[in-house]
């Protein structure tokens, strides 16, 4: 038996952005964000494709998702924003809301602004939802209603 040579710095496997967890991500959470994508969440496919619609309108990409594979999608990116599609009781997307919390909190900013699709009109506080959610848009969804939140959002993101 020969003994194996050792391993080519070239052929080491080597981590990338994408492969980072959470706690790696903070030192360079600002050159990670892309400010030009939004996480569009819900578990209606046909709502997902109305609410991506309305962000290209606004000269960004959705990044379209249902609530189970969402938490692998907010691993390999920093979206600018997130649109939750909270269904018919506000609860579709709750097994995110700790991930985008932890992300949150690792950025020192509230990155990425998170929208919540409601069926309910008010405010995150009066309807008693998470502190993760920065906005609440009530449905029906429409372009008039939810394309000047995003593109407020991801303008205060920018600057």
């Known amino acids: 038996m020969s003994a194996r040579p050792p391993m080519s710095p070239l052929n080491r496997e080597t981590r990338t952005v994408k492969h ?9 959470i600002g050159m990670v964000t892309d400010f030009s994508q939004v996480l569009v969440v819900g578990k209606s496919p046909i709502n997902r494709v109305v ?3 309305i962000v290209e309108k606004s000269g960004l990409k959705p990044i379209s998702e249902s609530p189970e594979t969402a938490a692998k999608a907010l691993r390999s990116l920093i979206p600018g924003a997130i649109v939750l599609d909270g269904g ?4 579709d ?3 995110l809301l700790s991930g985008i919390d932890a992300l949150r909190r690792t950025s020192g900013r509230a990155l990425p602004s998170v929208v919540l699709l409601s069926t309910k009109n008010g405010t995150p506080e009066s309807l008693g939802l998470s502190s993760v959610i ?5 449905k029906p969804i429409t372009p008039e209603r ?3 939140v995003i ?5 205060l993101c920018r600057s």
């Open 88 to 91: 018919a009781d506000n609860k």
């Open 151 to 155: 593109d407020r959002l991801i303008g």
């Open 51 to 53: 609410v991506s619609k």
């Open 20 to 28: 980072l967890d959470l706690s790696e991500r903070g030192a360079s």
């Open 146 to 148: 939810l394309q000047p």
């Open 93 to 95: 997307c709750d097994r």
């Open 134 to 138: 920065d906005v609440v848009v009530a």
